[in-house]
């Protein structure tokens, strides 16, 4: 997933709440969270609303480089923060 705005938050949300999906990463403008057992994307927006940000979470992995966490092997990528993140590589 990427970006935890409003479109994010509610996509992720109810997949996960809905249809039980496993979100393992989220991608945020100050670096990404990653938990291959799951993150609770309930947990962290009251985390983010409370801190101002997802550093410092302490149910995932802090990822610097969150672009990187885009690339990661999933079933199904998120973009719901900013457009033209995904690009052909030739």
Known sequence: MQGLGNVG???ARLLQEEDECLITGL???DGA???PEGLDIESIRNY?????SIKG???ATFVTDG????????DILIPAAMEA???LVE
Do not use: K
């Not at 983010?48 to 101002?52: D, H, L, M, P, T």
């Open 27 to 29: 991608l945020e403008r």
């Open 9 to 11: 938050f509610h996509a």
């Open 57 to 59: 979470y302490p149910d």
């Open 85 to 87: 993140q995904i690009t």
């Open 67 to 74: 672009m990187s966490v885009l690339e990661m092997d999933c």
């Open 48 to 52: 983010i609303v409370e801190q101002g």
């Open 33 to 35: 969270l990653v938990n």
